[in-house]
């Protein structure tokens, strides 16, 4: 802290150097829920042009009063320098200067105090306090202690607020893929190649007292002190509840899929079901005609011998390609893709563990944000958790004094772009006012946590071919009806204030209680049921299929089904089966690499998300009483 006085007309000059950037400090420090901790009770200051500010009462000129003696002191924002939050958001640059100047009521002409906030060359910034206009030695030590009260106690609120956010945690799930997947088996190889220990990054293992299985274990990651924080990865383990699948089911949801229009068939595979339907053409032609063939004569010493044996090696082949693959693998993704009455059980079972999970991992506040990473039909059911869980639970929140739907009401501007205003906004872009979006509603007290949704080599790229309900309800029909979240959200029409012009809009007014005035109601802009992408990021990883088997048939890009919001990452073209390599980092180290970008494991949570609570915040910050001094 520096202060420095001037003569003959006496100012006060105050300033502490402050560790984060300056966006941040005035979205922090000049909320009204915050301003009065550290100007004392009864204080008010808004960034708002002509808007009327109470401050502290001696550094007010009042000649009939002691200074000191009476309530905070009136005053009126006759200049200012601010920057909106949503131009931040839409990826202004952050390092700008703020500034309020507030004159002085019941004082000289030239009696202001002027707040400035300037951004230093470390990232850092600097908050200045000057108050001029002074007249006597008394107003000056009055003035002075009131302002080195005031840093003092934003001293402390930050020293709080760092302190907070080491202790913070984050917490990571892990959906696995089909096949017969072993507990833990995903859990281990995921932390074995996202984290490297060469670096740095030691993990230690323990039982997982969230989920109901014995058998399952969590992995905790402890902290960085470059950015990330202490991370626990949990595995939803579902192989388990897919049991007694039949080749039946398998085939008939594989002859289903073959025989299914060509418009809803995948570009990219529709060689290869081609392919199929050809061969599959004279294998039943051959059935057919040895079906009615008469086989006597001499073919049958030849073939007494060699059916002596076959019927032993083909049952061994066949048993062994169907436990394996068909109903191993083919059949998790046959009995979880399908609708069908005798599937639906299993299906809610997956989606109840997987909500229960997410679930108990909000409850208490233990961690600050959630990343689910889904591969293969993990991805899938990733996504059917998360639909779930948000249409349950979006709108749990906690009481908060004051509420904003600025970041989201900018998310929404996009989908409705001003001629000659608006330009073309990347997706990078996008997604970093998704994050801003959802940091707004944890502050508006709403207790989502779900950051960030990664997959990996996810069938949903096959959305259209895979997701339909029945032949005359289309996948397109389901996304209309919301039943299906996309990114961005689904939206309706509303008027805007302009005559004759709508709004494209995915959000509606949530109004709740007001805990200082019961009476009252507020309210906050909040996503629909399906608007679960509007807060969420989602990045997809893709091997380019290439070839017969080269790369991976399954995946692919998800934004032709699922909206352009979402960051689909296209990997090198590999040679051979891809579909396994997403985690390999000894086969596709930079695979790996895109993936730990994707779950943005570094975190560093602004000011505002860092705010002790009410009462902690009071205590921490309590102003003592002013000094009093009189005038000559």
């Known amino acids: 802290m520096t202060v420095t006085t001037a003569l003959p007309r006496p100012s006060v000059r105050v300033a502490l150097e402050l560790p984060y950037p300056t966006a941040e400090v005035a979205e922090y420090l000049f909320e009204p829920a915050v301003v009065g901790h550290w100007l004392g009770d009864g204080c008010t200051l808004s960034p708002t042009s002509n808007a009327i500010v109470l401050l502290p009462d001696a550094t007010v000129h009042r000649r009939s009063q002691w200074i000191g003696s009476g309530g ?87 020293v709080q607020a760092e302190r907070s956010r080491r202790r913070d945690r984050q917490a990571v799930i892990v959906v696995h893929g089909i096949g017969e997947q072993r507990p833990g088996q995903l859990l281990r190889g995921f932390v074995a190649n996202i984290f490297d220990p060469d670096a740095g990054d030691l993990h230690f293992v323990k039982p997982d007292y969230v989920s109901p299985l014995f058998e399952m274990r969590v992995a ?24 007694d699948t039949t080749v039946a089911q398998v085939y008939g949801w594989m002859l289903r899929l073959i025989l299914s229009r060509d418009s809803r068939i995948p570009p990219t595979l529709i060689r290869l079901v081609w392919l199929i339907r050809i061969l599959l053409v004279p294998v039943i ?3 057919a005609w040895l079906m009615t063939l008469d086989v006597s004569g001499w073919l049958k010493g030849i073939a007494g011998g060699t059916l002596v044996a076959l019927p032993a090696i083909g049952s061994f082949a066949l048993k062994a390609l169907r436990d394996e ?28 563990a997987g909500t229960k999970l997410l679930e108990a991992l909000h409850d208490g ?56 205003h608006d330009g073309a906004v990347g997706v990078d872009q996008v997604q970093s006012m998704q994050h801003a979006a959802w940091l707004e509603y944890r502050r508006n007290g709403f207790l989502w946590r779900v950051s960030d949704f990664v997959t990996a080599g996810s069938p949903l790229a096959h959305a259209r071919w895979l997701l339909n309900l029945d032949a005359a309800t289309e996948f397109a029909d389901l996304v209309r009806e919301r039943s299906f979240p996309t990114c961005p959200p689904q939206t309706e029409q509303i008027p805007s204030p302009a005559a004759g012009i709508f709004r494209k809009v995915f959000t509606f007014t949530h109004a709740y209680k007001d805990e200082q005035s019961p009476r009252r109601t507020r309210s906050v802009q909040v996503p629909h049921h399906g608007g679960l992408f509007a807060l969420t990021r989602w990045t997809n990883l893709y091997f380019p299929y290439t070839g017969l088997i080269a790369g991976d048939p399954i995946a692919g890009p998800l934004r032709p089904c699922f909206g352009e919001w979402i960051k689909d990452v296209k990997l090198r073209v590999t040679k051979g089966f891809a579909h396994c390599r997403y985690t390999d980092r000894s086969l596709e180290p930079d695979a790996v690499t895109e993936l730990r970008t994707a779950l943005r494991l570094p975190l560093r949570r602004p000011l505002a998300d860092l705010a002790p609570s009410g009462r902690d915040l009071a205590r921490q910050t309590k102003v003592l009483p002013a000094r009093r001094y009189s005038m000559p």
């Open 72 to 158: 905070p002191g009136r005053g009126q924002v006759t200049s200012l320098t601010w920057h909106p939050a949503p131009v931040r958001a839409a990826g202004q640059p952050p390092h700008r200067s703020y500034e309020i100047i507030v004159a002085l009521d019941d004082a000289p002409a030239k009696a202001r105090v002027a707040f400035r906030l300037s951004p230093r060359p470390n990232g850092t910034s600097r908050l200045r306090i000057q108050h001029s206009g002074i007249e006597s030695e008394a107003e000056l030590r009055a003035s002075l202690e009131a302002w080195q009260g005031a840093l003092t106690r934003i001293g402390r609120i930050l």
């Open 220 to 243: 905790t990651v402890p902290r960085s002190d470059a950015a990330r924080p202490t991370t626990d990865i949990y595995e939803l383990y579902w192989a388990h509840l897919i049991r």
């Open 285 to 287: 032609i051959a059935f």
């Open 325 to 352: 693959f068909v109903v191993g693998y083919a059949g998790d993704a046959a009995r979880y893709l399908e609708p069908r009455a005798e599937n639906i059980a299993r299906r809610q079972e997956i989606r109840e």
């Open 365 to 420: 506040g233990r961690y600050a944000r959630i990343i689910v990473y889904g591969h293969s039909l993990g991805s899938v059911i990733a996504y059917d958790i998360l639909s779930h869980a948000w249409a349950r639970h979006a709108r749990s929140r906690e009481a908060v004094p004051t509420t904003s739907s600025r970041a989201l009401r900018a998310l929404e501007d996009l989908l409705n772009p001003r001629p000659l």
